[in-house]
């Protein structure tokens, strides 16, 4: 009876890889510590053993990520790279308003269940552990500046500047600093 099951599982596991589109590998914070910082993440599901979290910003026909980490009585642990609780990349996103990535965490538990993680992952690959990169500018003196690029310069000139200035398409910063005598 249990191997029926068993072969029953194996085969539910195949058909369902059969379905599904390879995804590209994506990327995640190495720890929960660091996707506290990375802010193209936002909180996606807590079960067991895991928090997960997902790219904040859907790609279509892109990669997406789950990245999970280990549950534990306090902040969230190390990024799970393997296993039926491990993080993975997908094609799906709660944004489009389909339980497809419901399904893919299904899949992804009935494949590990039955010792076909591999086959998941073949399809939904881990994510590379990213280290997060943040990078400082600061402003001491008469004026030094350090730029988020890690070039130094003194400054003694008088009036107002643009200091950073990004836009992305959809939101920006600017700074402007002012030099008095």
């Not at 895991?50 to 892109?62: G, L, Y």
């Not at 094609?91 to 009935?110: A, I, M, V």
Request: net charge positive; glycine share 10%; hydrophobic share 30%.
């Amino acid at each position: 009876s249990e191997c029926v099951e068993q072969g029953a599982d194996i085969q539910a596991c195949q058909r369902g890889m059969q379905s599904l589109l390879k995804a590209p590998v994506s990327t995640c914070p190495i720890s929960f510590q660091s996707l506290r910082f990375d802010g193209r993440f936002e909180f996606y599901q807590r079960t067991g053993v895991r928090e997960c979290w997902i790219n904040s910003f859907p790609r279509f026909f892109e990669a997406n990520v789950v990245c999970c980490y280990l549950r534990r009585s306090g902040p969230p642990g190390p990024l799970l790279l393997s296993g039926p609780d491990g993080s993975f990349s997908t094609r799906e996103h709660p944004f489009y308003g389909s339980s497809d990535l419901t399904n893919d965490f299904l899949l992804q538990k009935l494949c590990c269940a039955v010792g076909r993680c591999a086959q998941f992952h073949s399809k939904r690959p881990v994510p590379k552990p990213a280290p997060l990169r943040i990078r400082f500018a600061r402003f001491w003196g008469d004026p030094h500046l350090t730029t988020l690029d890690g070039k130094s310069y003194t400054f003694n000139g008088l009036g107002e500047y643009l200091l950073l200035q990004t836009n992305d398409g959809t939101s920006g910063i600017t700074v402007h600093g002012r030099t008095t005598l």
